[in-house]
């Protein structure tokens, strides 16, 4: 007997929520590719892991998609921590079933730094570009962030 899963749908419209086994999020394909600039898989050195620049200060309408473009690198998500009233001026919640945890700023977090903390433990460290960041700012910004000469 073949039993299929029932595709679960929130109440606002953010998307399918179906649970997954090869570990990635349970989230459908992005809707809109985020705006993300990563380090190099190789580069360890110091500062953060990545920039974003999101298309509006509601941050939590762009999360599911930034998570499903990181789950390549972070793995499942765990939690996301964020001084959302910096930026996120209307933020509304993530839904509950998603099993990612948004939370606060963690002490001693800056203000423009978000982190995605994957289940293995690990925290990766996001610079949040304003979104209504000029396009060349926002480019250099994100270039300098993770380290490339943007020259």
Same mark, same amino acid.
């Given at each position: 007997?073949?039993?299929?899963?029932?595709?679960?749908?929130?109440?606002?419209?953010?998307?399918?929520?179906?649970?997954?086994?090869?570990?990635?999020?349970?989230?459908?394909?992005?809707? !809109? /590719?985020?705006? *993300?600039?990563?380090?190099?898989? =190789?580069?360890? #050195?110091?500062?953060? &892991?990545?920039?974003?620049?999101? !298309? /509006?200060?509601? *941050?939590?309408?762009?999360?599911? =998609?930034?998570? #499903?473009?990181?789950? &390549?690198?972070?793995?499942?998500?765990?939690?996301?921590?964020?001084?959302?009233?910096?930026?996120?001026v209307?933020?509304?919640?993530i &839904?509950?079933?998603?099993?990612?945890?948004?939370s606060?700023?963690?002490?001693?977090?800056?203000?423009?730094?978000?982190?995605?903390?994957?289940?293995?433990?690990?925290?990766?460290?996001?610079?949040?570009?304003?979104?209504?960041?000029?396009?060349?700012?926002?480019?250099?910004?994100?270039?300098?962030?993770?380290?490339?000469?943007?020259?």
């Open positions: 007997m073949k039993h299929e899963t029932n595709p679960i749908y929130s109440g606002r419209g953010l998307g399918l929520f179906r649970p997954t086994s090869d570990g990635a999020q349970p989230f459908d394909e992005p809707t !809109r /590719t985020p705006r *993300l600039l990563l380090r190099a898989r =190789d580069d360890h #050195s110091a500062g953060v &892991d990545g920039a974003w620049w999101p !298309r /509006t200060t509601n *941050l939590t309408t762009e999360l599911h =998609d930034l998570i #499903s473009v990181l789950a &390549d690198r972070v793995g499942t998500t765990e939690q996301v921590s964020f001084d959302w009233n910096s930026m996120s209307s933020q509304r919640g &839904d509950r079933p998603d099993g990612v945890r948004v606060g700023p963690l002490p001693d977090q800056p203000p423009d730094i978000m982190y995605v903390f994957g289940t293995d433990g690990r925290r990766w460290e996001l610079l949040v570009v304003a979104p209504q960041t000029d396009a060349d700012g926002a480019f250099d910004t994100m270039q300098k962030a993770v380290g490339v000469d943007p020259r």
